[in-house]
C-alpha cells in the first residue's frame, strides 16, 4: 500500500502533495487562460463571417460599391476600431473580469440583430456593435491572459488568443461553406445568427473567472483578494510577487504618472505597438481573409470552389497557428517575427507573379497557403503577446487599447477601399489584383528591416523587467 504513496523518482506523499496542489492550480490558470481567449474565437468567427454573406446582402439591398464597403463590409470594423480606442477605460475602471462579461452580450446581441435586420442601415448598426465587442476583446483578453501568466508561459497563453481567433476563422468558412442555400434567400442569416451560441457559452463561462490580481492590486490595493488569485493560479512565492506589483507600480507612478500616456517615457513602447500593429494589417491579412471568395474566384476558381479553398486557408491558419503556439516561448518573439516576414515577402511575391502570369489556380492557392501558413508562425502568433507585455502595469490596458486602435484602424481602411479594387464590373483591378500583392509584399521587406533593427526580445522576462527595460 506504501507505494500508493508514492510519487515518480521515490518522492513522499509529504512531498508530493504540494506539488500536486501546484499542478492543480496550474490547471485553473490555463483553464481562465482558455476562458478568455474564447473572446478570439467570437472575434475570429465574426470577423470573417461576412464573407459568406457579401455578395448575397449586395443582391439583396442593391448597394452601391462605396455603400458596400462602408457600411455592409466595413461597419463591423469601423466599431472595433471604436471599442479598440475606448475599451482601456471602462477595463481600467471597473476590471477586466466585467468587461470581459460585457463582451459576450454585445457579440450576442450583435449576432441576432444582424441576422433579423431588414434594411442596410439596421444590419450596419448591429455590424458595428460587434465590432464594438472584437475591439473591446482584443484589449482585455490580452491584457487579462497576459496580467495572470508567469514569464516562461506568458507566450503560449497569450497566444491562444489568436488560436481562438484562427480556430474562429476556421468554423467561420465552414459554417458558411454548409449553410449556403441552406437556407435559400436567407441563408446569410442564418450564417450571421449562429454566431449567438458561442456567444452565450462564453458568457456563462468568463462567470467563473477571477480578476486580474495585478489589476486589484495597481487600481483597488487589494492585496488580499490579488493573493488569494495569486495563490490559485499557482504562484510560488505570492508574497515576492506582490511585493513586485507594487514596486513596479510605485516606480511608474513617480516616474511617469505626471506626464501621462504620451510621454517621452513611453515614446520606445508606443512606437513598437504602432509599428507591429500597422505591419500586421500592411501584409494583406485581413484583406484575404475579407475578400477570399472573390481573390480566388479571380483565379478562375468557381463561386462554390472558391467558398471551399477558404475553408483550407482556415484550417492552414489553425495549424500553423499551433506551430506558431509551440515556438513562442522557445525561440522568441522576434525569431518568429522574422521567420514570418521572410514567408510574407517570398508567398506575396509569388502570388503577385501567379495573377500577372495567369498561372493556375492550384499555384497560385498554394501560395496563398504559405502566406497563411507565414502570419500563423509570425505576426499571427506574436501581435497580441507582444502589445500585452510590453506595457507597463500602470497603463497596460490603454497601452493595449493603442496598439489594438492602430490595427483595426488600418484594418478598417484597407477593407473600406477593398471594394473599389475588386469588385466584379468597376474594380480598379477587376481583372487581375497583382498589384495589390505585390504592394503588399514591399511592405513586409520594410516590415523585416523593421523588426532586425528595432524590436527587442520579451521572451522569459517578468512584465515588471520589461518595464524597466522598455520605459527606461
Same mark, same amino acid.
Given at each position: ?15 508530493? &502533495?504540494? #506539488? ?38 449586395? @443582391?439583396?439591398?442593391?448597394? *452601391?460599391?462605396?455603400? /458596400? ?49 431588414? @434594411?442596410?442601415?439596421?444590419? *450596419? ?12 476583446? *482584443? ?17 503560449? %497563453?497569450?497566444?491562444? =488568443? #489568436? ?6 476563422? %476556421? ?79 510605485? /516606480? ?9 500616456? !504620451?510621454?517621452?517615457? /513611453? ?14 494589417? %500592411? ?5 484575404? &481573409? =475579407? ?67 495567369? $498561372? ?14 507565414? /502570419? ?11 502589445? *500585452? ?10 497601452? #493595449? ?35 495589390? !500583392? ?13 523588426? %532586425? ?17 522598455? $520605459?527606461?
Amino acid at each position: 500500500m506504501r507505494d500508493l504513496f508514492l510519487y515518480k523518482s521515490g518522492t513522499s506523499f509529504r512531498n508530493f &502533495l504540494p #506539488q500536486t496542489i501546484l499542478a492543480m492550480n496550474q490547471n485553473k490558470l490555463l483553464r481562465y487562460s482558455v476562458v478568455a481567449a474564447l473572446a478570439g474565437f467570437i472575434f475570429g468567427f465574426d470577423t470573417v463571417v461576412i464573407s459568406g454573406a457579401n455578395q448575397p446582402i449586395k @443582391d439583396l439591398w442593391h448597394t *452601391s460599391e462605396l455603400f /458596400h464597403g462602408l457600411f455592409i463590409m466595413s461597419m463591423a470594423l469601423w466599431g472595433t476600431v471604436v471599442g479598440a480606442l475606448f475599451g482601456g477605460i471602462p477595463a481600467e475602471k471597473y476590471g477586466r473580469k466585467k468587461v470581459l462579461i460585457w463582451i459576450g452580450v454585445l457579440f450576442a446581441v450583435s449576432a441576432i440583430g444582424s441576422a433579423l435586420a431588414q @434594411d442596410p442601415y439596421t444590419f *450596419s448598426i448591429f455590424r458595428f456593435m460587434g465590432g464594438i465587442g472584437i475591439g473591446v476583446s *482584443s484589449v482585455v483578453a490580452p491584457a487579462y491572459i497576459s496580467e495572470i501568466s508567469a514569464p516562461g508561459t506568458r507566450g503560449r %497563453l497569450g497566444a491562444m =488568443y #489568436q488560436f481562438n481567433i484562427v480556430f474562429g476563422i %476556421l468554423i467561420a468558412f465552414l459554417s458558411n461553406y454548409f449553410l449556403q442555400g441552406a437556407g435559400g434567400d436567407n441563408d446569410w442569416r442564418w450564417m450571421l445568427g449562429v454566431l449567438v451560441v458561442p456567444s452565450v457559452i462564453y458568457t456563462l463561462m468568463v462567470l467563473g473567472v477571477p480578476e486580474s490580481p495585478r489589476w486589484l492590486i495597481t487600481k483597488r490595493n487589494d492585496l488580499s483578494a490579488a493573493k488569494k488569485v495569486l495563490s490559485e493560479i499557482g504562484v510560488a512565492d505570492v508574497d515576492t510577487e506582490v511585493s513586485s506589483i507594487i514596486a513596479s507600480n510605485q /516606480h511608474e507612478t513617480l516616474t511617469g504618472n505626471t506626464s501621462g500616456f !504620451f510621454s517621452s517615457k /513611453h515614446k520606445t513602447i508606443i512606437w513598437l505597438a504602432f509599428m507591429i500593429a500597422f505591419f500586421n494589417q %500592411l501584409s494583406g491579412i485581413n484583406f484575404i &481573409l =475579407y475578400y477570399a471568395p472573390e481573390i480566388l474566384s479571380l483565379s478562375g476558381l468557381g463561386a462554390k470552389e472558391s467558398l471551399l479553398n477558404s475553408i483550407a486557408i482556415g484550417g492552414t491558419n489553425l495549424v500553423f497557428t499551433f506551430v506558431g503556439l509551440y515556438l513562442i516561448d522557445r525561440l522568441g518573439r522576434k525569431t518568429l517575427l522574422i521567420i514570418g516576414s521572410l514567408g510574407y515577402i517570398f508567398s506575396l511575391a509569388m502570388v503577385a507573379w501567379c495573377f500577372s502570369s495567369h $498561372a493556375s489556380p492550384v499555384l497560385l492557392m498554394t501560395f496563398l497557403l504559405l502566406f497563411i501558413a507565414s /502570419h500563423a508562425i509570425g505576426q499571427g502568433a506574436v501581435i497580441w503577446v507582444f502589445l *500585452s507585455e510590453i506595457f507597463p502595469n500602470k497603463i497596460r490596458a490603454m497601452g #493595449q487599447s493603442f496598439g489594438a486602435s492602430v490595427h483595426w484602424i488600418f484594418a478598417g481602411i484597407i477593407t473600406l477601399i477593398t471594394p473599389v479594387f475588386l469588385d466584379k464590373d468597376h474594380g480598379i483591378f477587376k481583372d487581375n489584383p497583382w498589384p495589390i !500583392f505585390a504592394f503588399f509584399a514591399f511592405m513586409m521587406v520594410l516590415q523585416l528591416i523593421w523588426v %532586425l533593427t528595432k524590436v527587442p526580445e520579451t521572451k522569459g522576462v517578468s512584465l515588471e523587467e520589461l518595464e524597466k527595460k522598455l $520605459a527606461g
